[in-house]
């Protein structure tokens, strides 16, 4: 498996095909109807404007796994350090290692960039991604009761953390 920087022309399809399928489906996203393919320009363009990553998941012979990207946490001025994250992984590459992956890598590109804290927004049923998030080291940071709603019942939201810690640094004190 590697991880690359997603391609708008290689990526983007089975980018949308996994994200439509987790709102047709699921409650992992409060989206409520299927995103066009225009979507998916305005999803490359706005991430590549505001300097934010796109990774993708693939196998030995390029089979697309995943995706992780982050975006603003919030769009005031002093949330610039923090960033919301997201990851998918397709059905059959799930619990294989692929979303450990692509947080780790995820994380990598985010301190590039300046990011101090990542923030999982987690739809509470998704005991799958709660898992994922704690293995990875985020901790929990709090419950937003009946915040969404979607198939006709409220959803709430938690959400869990984790300050990235420079490496450069670290190790430095290490030493």
């Avoid at 987790?22 to 305005?42: K, N």
């Avoid at 994380?107 to 804290?117: A, K, S």
């Amino acid at each position: 498996m590697k991880i690359v920087p997603a391609v708008f022309e290689r990526h983007a399809a089975p980018m949308l095909e996994l994200l439509n399928d987790a709102i047709l489906h699921t409650t992992w996203v409060y989206d409520c109807e299927p995103h066009p393919e225009s979507y998916m320009r305005e999803y490359f363009d706005e991430h590549a404007a505001g300097r934010y990553p796109v990774l993708a998941a693939e196998s030995g012979d390029g089979a697309f796994l995943g995706f992780a990207s982050c975006g603003p946490y919030r769009h005031y001025q002093g949330y610039l350090h923090a960033a919301e994250l997201s990851v998918y992984v397709v059905p059959s590459a799930r619990r294989a290692g692929v979303g450990t992956a692509l947080m780790a890598r995820l994380e990598d590109e985010c301190r590039g960039i300046g990011i101090h804290t990542l923030v999982g927004v987690i739809d509470s049923e998704n005991l799958p991604s709660i898992a994922l998030h704690r293995k990875c080291g985020y901790g929990y940071a709090g419950t937003v009761r009946e915040a969404g709603r979607k198939f006709d019942r409220w959803l709430s939201i938690v959400y869990y953390q984790k300050i990235l810690e420079d490496k450069s640094s670290a190790e430095a004190v290490r030493g």
